[in-house]
């Protein structure tokens, strides 16, 4: 036999695009595998020059799913360059925005890209996996994850002006204070909004036991975790420290100060892909593999702080018997646990005084020639990082994206998950599901690189050692 590459180009159901190699040796074997990014980035180049203040709404065009992650990012970058702290008022308005857009960005990948697999399985044929299917099999269902999602963008809407490239989230705080309508409107809802999420972790529940051996081979390894904590340990978003953990379970770096963040995240570019690969540097490439967003937050976090998902993060939990969770594929139940924390933690933050003060804002001007800002997107902790003259003239800029700290992982995940279940010998549209469901865990979000216009078709490629197509797979 001779050495073969199959090729799925693009992977589906996922946000962005990219595409997966599958290298096969002369004895039939699966040598290795890849996810390819084969986007072109070029953020942090074409806002040198521009004005610090253009920032959040120029990083925020960097993504059409995540723009208020990059938002809140970018305005605490600006806040550390301007020196200012946000009035409490301010600093609630963003954490709830952030928190419906984690809400209604976990519901798109539950509800829209993954469930066709819940529901049919992975061996299903091709047309039935997808949300148009469940809308005629699982219209409640499907009707649940519309209306999920839509509450959320609509809490963005109301509190920061508009669903996607919100401008009411600026340096210094918040543009406007939550009028009391509003806050009774988001309110009423919390509870129909709850009772939704927690049905859907219900159904993730109980139809686990069909898919052991994909919790067992869809990216389940030991790495590293990382995301942000706050001082009680608990569940955090916007605020708080960086901290780096173990696959036993062991701390290896703990309050790490975001705007410290290179001393120990080294970055390094893969000549085979557009999205950069971040490492923990003291174990340097690629030992410093790690794991970032909802499954890395739910293992480093001691309690969620709200009710029901602290009910529900003890089942999570309790899979890892005292270690951390390592399965990939568990990263489905982390983010269903973090939409009922959404849920609990806006409806806290709203019912607080301080949220409804008029105070929302600080003003200053350029104070410092650098600034960090850091939180926690839906996929994980994303990084913005300006200098600026003092004119406030943008120099240099610095970004992470919240999938890019997965990327390392996402390889180790396709090549786990390709030798498990493709053979060779007999290809089949399951197997190679499975390839693409292990990248639809993560949960990647690649529109962060650019955008795409037009009907997306799916076709495989195998090729021989001298590249020649010697077979095509087609989807449409």
Do not use: W
């Not at 954490?95 to 829209?112: D, E, G, M, R």
């Not at 509870?191 to 067992?216: C, G, T, V, W, Y």
């Not at 018997?321 to 489905?332: D, E, I, Q, S």
């Not at 960090?372 to 004119?391: I, M, N, Q, W």
Request: charged share 25%; aromatic share 8%.
């Amino acid at each position: 036999m001779q050495n073969r590459t199959i090729v799925i180009d693009p992977v589906t159901r996922i946000e962005g695009h990219a595409k997966i190699t599958i290298d096969i040796d002369k004895s039939d074997k699966v040598k290795d595998a890849k996810i390819h990014v084969t986007q072109y980035r070029g953020f942090e180049k074409f806002c040198e020059g521009r004005m610090y203040t253009e920032m959040p709404a120029l990083t925020a065009r960097t993504c059409g799913i995540c723009p208020v992650s990059h938002v809140i990012s970018a305005t605490k970058a600006i806040d550390e360059i301007l020196g200012v702290t946000p009035p409490k008022a301010g600093t609630n308005i963003r954490k709830i925005v952030n928190l419906a857009q984690l809400l209604q960005s976990h519901t798109l990948n539950f509800y829209h890209l993954s469930s066709p697999d819940f529901i049919y399985g992975f061996d299903a044929p091709k047309e039935d996996r997808n949300i148009f299917k469940m809308m005629q099999t699982h219209p409640e269902m499907a009707r649940d994850g519309i209306n999920l999602r839509a509450f959320g963008q609509k809490i963005i809407e109301d509190l920061a002006g508009k669903r996607i490239h919100p401008t009411g989230i600026i340096p210094g705080g918040a543009a406007h204070k939550i009028d009391e309508s509003t806050k009774e409107a988001i309110l009423e809802q919390i509870p129909a909004m709850l009772k939704i999420a927690q049905s859907a972790l219900e159904f993730f529940r109980d139809n686990l036991h069909k898919f052991q051996e994909e919790i067992d081979y869809l990216g389940a390894f030991p790495s590293l975790f990382m995301a942000l904590t706050n001082k009680e340990g608990t569940l955090e978003h916007y605020d708080g420290k960086l901290c780096f953990m173990d696959s036993e379970g062991n701390i290896l770096k703990d309050r790490i100060e975001p705007r410290d963040y290179k001393e120990f995240i080294g970055e390094t570019v893969e000549e085979d892909s557009y999205l950069k690969s971040p490492y923990y540097k003291p174990l340097g490439y690629p030992q410093g593999m790690y794991r970032v967003g909802a499954l890395a937050r739910l293992n480093i976090a001691k309690t969620c702080g709200t009710p029901l998902a602290d009910k529900e993060l003890k089942k999570f939990k309790a899979l890892g018997a005292g270690k951390p969770v390592l399965n990939t594929f568990y990263y489905h139940y982390a983010r269903l646990i973090e939409m009922v924390y959404a849920l609990e933690k806006i409806e806290e933050l709203l019912k607080s005084d301080e949220t409804m003060s008029a105070n929302v804002r600080s003003t200053s001007t350029v104070s410092y020639d650098k600034g960090v800002g850091c939180s926690e997107a839906p996929r994980g902790t994303l990084f913005h990082e300006y200098h600026v003259t003092k004119d406030g003239i943008i120099t240099a800029v610095n970004l992470i994206i919240a999938t890019g700290n997965n990327n390392l992982a996402m390889n180790a995940g396709v090549k786990q998950v390709a030798q498990k279940f493709v053979d060779t010998k007999n290809i089949t549209d399951g197997a190679l599901n499975r390839v693409e469901a292990v990248i639809r865990c993560f949960d990647p979000c690649l529109s962060c690189s650019t955008h795409a216009l037009g009907i997306v078709s799916s076709k495989i490629e195998i090729r021989d050692h001298n590249k020649k197509i010697i077979r095509v797979i087609e989807r449409s």
